[in-house]
C-alpha cells in the first residue's frame, strides 16, 4: 500500500505529464503538419532544434529553461510583470520542463501520421474547393488521428519520466515538484527509503508499460488505416 505522500507524488506525477502533454500537443501538431507538407529555406533548421531536447543532455535544457524563466529573463520576466506569475519552484514550471522534453517524441509521431495520409486525398479536397486549413481539419487531422493519439501516449510516458531538465529547473520541491523520478532519487538517499523506492519504482514501471502499449496499438491501428486507404 502506498502511504499518504506516495499518493500525493504520484497524483503530481500524473498532473504534470497530462498537463505537460495537454499544452505540448497543438505546439506538436503544428509543428508535425509544417515538417510532413510544407518546404521552406530553413525547413532542416527547424527540424534539428524540435529535436534539439533528445540530444542535449537534460541537465542542459533545465539549465536554458532556466535562463528563459528567470525573474530576469526573456520570458519570466514578462510573466512576472505583467502577470505576477512566476513558475519557479513550482508544479506548472515542472509540468514546461516535461513538455519540453516530451515534444521531439510528439513531433516525430505527428508528423509520420501526417506523412502517411494520402496526398491524394487532400489535392482531391483541394480541387473541390477546399482551402488549406479546411482540408487539414476535414482530412489530414482525422486520418492521422491514431497517429497523433500514440505520439500524444508516449510523449506522457516520457513527461512522468522526466527528472534531469526538472531538477535543474524547478529543484525538487515536496508538494509542488516533487515527481515520482524525483521522489525515487530523494529516497535512494536515505537510509530507510528502499521500500519507498520499490513502491514508486513499480508505479513508474507500470504507468511507462500501459503507455508503451497503448502506443504501439494506436500506431498498429494508424497503419491498418492507412494501409486500407
Known amino acids: ?99 519540453v522534453m516530451a515534444l521531439p517524441l510528439m513531433v516525430r509521431a505527428v508528423r509520420l501520421a501526417i506523412e502517411g495520409v494520402d496526398r491524394r486525398l487532400e489535392q482531391a479536397a483541394q480541387t473541390l474547393g477546399a482551402g488549406r486549413w479546411r482540408v487539414f481539419a476535414t482530412i489530414t487531422l482525422p486520418l492521422a488521428m491514431p497517429g497523433l493519439l500514440a505520439g500524444t501516449v508516449l510523449g506522457f510516458a516520457r513527461a ?27 529516497a535512494l538517499q536515505r537510509p530507510d527509503g528502499d521500500a519507498m523506492v520499490w513502491r514508486l519504482a513499480a508505479i513508474s514501471v507500470a504507468l511507462s508499460i500501459v503507455a508503451l502499449v497503448a502506443s504501439e496499438w494506436l500506431a498498429r491501428r494508424s497503419g491498418r488505416g492507412m494501409h486500407v486507404l
Open 1 to 99: 500500500m502506498l502511504t499518504g505522500e506516495e499518493w500525493q507524488i504520484v497524483r503530481l506525477s500524473l498532473l504534470v505529464g497530462g498537463v505537460a502533454c495537454a499544452g505540448t500537443l497543438p505546439v506538436a501538431v503544428a509543428l508535425g503538419w509544417v515538417l510532413a507538407r510544407w518546404r521552406f529555406p530553413g525547413k532542416v533548421l527547424l527540424d534539428a532544434v524540435v529535436h534539439l531536447p533528445l540530444v542535449l543532455p537534460p541537465v542542459v535544457t533545465g539549465w536554458m529553461l532556466l535562463l528563459a524563466f528567470a525573474p530576469a529573463g526573456p520570458i519570466g520576466a514578462p510573466l512576472e510583470r505583467w502577470f505576477g506569475v512566476s513558475v519557479l519552484f513550482r508544479w506548472t514550471g515542472a509540468a514546461i520542463a516535461a513538455g
Open 160 to 186: 512522468i519520466g522526466e527528472f534531469g531538465a526538472t531538477i535543474t529547473f524547478v529543484s525538487n520541491v515536496p508538494g509542488q515538484t516533487e515527481t515520482l523520478p524525483l521522489a525515487i532519487y530523494s
